[in-house]
């Protein structure tokens, strides 16, 4: 059974920096990419970042430079690490597997494309 368990988010100022991890069990790594999704209040679900499973990332333009997707697949580990935060990241952060073979592809993904999600952390930033 494949769990997807997310940890790491919380309440910030406009400015700081945030790191997300996403705990992987019962998942077996192949040629699909992972991500990060978020669901701000009366929004859809968006991709954020994906990375693919030769290493290769993609990231959503409105964080493009200030957010990093990185993967430890030895721990079994995705993280997001988040900097320069907004007001407008505030969401309830989602990490998911199983998508497209292209991060490129994945980050723009809809929900429906990833098979496995966890159940989210809760970021709220603050001006």
């Known amino acids: 059974q494949v769990q997807l368990v997310e940890s790491g988010g919380g309440s910030v100022h406009s400015g700081e920096s945030l790191r997300l991890s996403c705990s992987v069990s019962g998942y077996i790594y192949g040629r699909y990419c992972m991500a990060w999704f978020r669901q701000a209040p009366g929004k859809e679900r968006e991709g954020v970042a994906a990375?693919?499973?030769?290493?290769?990332?993609a990231y959503r333009d409105s964080v493009e430079g200030r957010f990093t997707i990185s993967q430890d697949k030895a721990r079994n580990l995705l993280y997001l690490q988040m900097d320069s935060l907004k007001p407008e990241d505030t969401a309830i952060y989602y990490c998911?597997?199983?998508?497209?073979?292209?991060?490129?592809?994945?980050?723009?993904?809809?929900?429906?494309?990833?098979?496995?999600w966890g159940q989210g952390t809760r970021v709220t930033v603050s001006s």
């Open positions: 990375i693919a499973s030769d290493g290769k990332t």
């Open positions: 998911a597997a199983d998508g497209p073979s292209s991060a490129v592809i994945g980050v723009y993904a809809s929900h429906a494309d990833f098979d496995y």
